[in-house]
């Protein structure tokens, strides 16, 4: 079981980026599904989480309105679009099956992540 992330890049600020995350082994329908990143130096930083019973997402404070995640049933896919990036968007983007604990977003089954770079 695991999940791949696709679909980082170079980009200037103020561009858009789309990933995607592709499940092996499992229908992403039957779990939450979330983003969270790693940049050099930081910790890592929770991006979102989707519920697959009610469709809520959450979203950290410092993507919130400029990040959206959808899925993509038939299609096996999660997505993360991002919009209006910004330099300190910059890590490799990971997803993953995604649950609360004790107040913060833990991910599981992560794999291959993304590069996102944000840079003029």
């Known amino acids: 079981v695991q999940l791949q992330a696709s679909g980082g890049g170079l980009v200037q600020p103020g561009g858009s980026l789309r990933l995607s995350c592709a499940a092996l082994?499992?229908?992403?329908?039957?779990?939450?599904i979330g983003w969270f990143r790693q940049a050099p130096g930081k910790l890592r930083e929770g991006v979102s989480c989707?519920?697959?019973?009610?469709?809520?997402?959450y979203y950290a404070d410092s993507v919130k309105g400029r990040f959206t995640s959808s899925r993509d049933n038939a299609k096996n896919l999660v997505y993360l679009q991002m919009n209006s990036l910004k330099p300190e968007d910059t890590a490799v983007y990971y997803c993953g099956q995604c649950r609360l604990d004790q107040g913060e977003y833990e991910y599981d089954y992560w794999g291959q992540g993304t590069q996102v770079t944000v840079s003029s």
């Open positions: 082994g499992f229908n992403l329908d039957y779990y939450d």
């Open positions: 989707n519920s697959r019973t009610d469709g809520s997402t």
